[in-house]
């Protein structure tokens, strides 16, 4: 908490909160006076939106908090937002702790681009096939996921990546039982079911970047592995050639290594 965000907190009129119960512990926590609740979650986001607008256009200032992150990044506030700046009124977004970039300042991994993506599907096909569409980027991957999947999703991002890559396990960001586990992709479900409080928390899940191929940028290889999805293979090498560019034989080898069944 900043000392910014509480002298807002403080000087706000209404405070909207994913959680009112959790926002009223948060102000009494800090001695500041009661102050005008409401509920702004995923179930009414627009509805509360528009009453924060009027609230707004009468002349009251007012703060929105969620819970456990940052308002709009895999939290309620983007629609608020919206409504908001659509209305011509102004948004002053308030710095403060987010478990993704803490998360990201903490793991080591080197690469200097990184890719937020935020919650995978909850079902394993569709997590998969999210995690396939990732597989070529030299990025970070970087993932929030809830405690009853964290398995299951380690466990897919090992069957799609491979078990090489280096992954980041970072629970609780800035909490109590805050923990930071680094290690291969393969080892990382042992590690999780070794110990049944490793599984507890909000995660942040950090996965190393795709290694080049040589000669072979990674936007090609992208374009090809969703083109052979669609269509014949001769068709998709002869499409991702014009599309991105690169070698037409370099990328036919390499349409039979993903074509090769396993």
């Known amino acids: 908490m900043t000392l910014r965000a509480l002298e807002v907190l403080a000087a706000a009129d209404v405070v909207a909160a994913e959680d009112t119960r959790n926002t009223a512990h948060l102000l009494t926590h800090h001695g500041i006076a009661a102050k005008r609740l409401m509920a702004l979650h995923q179930h009414n986001e627009r509805g509360a939106a528009e009453k924060i607008v009027a609230l707004l256009h009468a002349g009251h200032s007012v703060a929105f908090v969620s819970d456990a992150g940052t308002p709009a990044v895999s939290d309620p506030g983007a629609l608020l937002v919206q409504a908001v700046r659509a209305a011509g009124l102004r948004v002053i977004p308030i710095p403060g702790a987010n478990a993704a970039i803490a998360a990201l300042s903490a793991a080591g ?12 599907p909850n079902k394993s096909a569709a997590r998969c096939s999210a ?3 990732l ?3 030299p990025y970070t991957l970087v993932f929030y996921e809830a405690p009853h999947r964290i398995v299951e999703c380690v466990t897919d991002l090992c069957s799609v990546l491979g078990g090489e890559r280096q992954i980041v396990l970072a629970r609780e960001i800035t909490k109590l039982f805050e923990t930071i586990h680094a290690c291969p992709l393969r080892d990382a479900e042992a590690w999780l079911m070794a110990d049944s409080n490793r599984q507890r928390g909000e995660f942040v899940v950090l996965v190393s970047g795709a290694v080049p191929q040589p000669g072979l940028p990674a936007e090609a290889r992208r374009v090809l592995e969703a083109l052979l999805g669609e269509l014949p293979l001769q068709q998709a090498v ?7 560019g690169a070698g037409r034989n370099e990328l036919y080898q390499l349409a039979l290594q993903l074509k090769k069944p396993e």
């Open 109 to 120: 991994l080197a690469e200097p681009h990184f890719l937020f993506y935020g919650f995978l």
């Open 131 to 133: 995690i396939q569409a």
């Open 135 to 137: 597989s070529a980027h």
């Open 238 to 244: 002869q499409l991702a050639t014009q599309i991105s």
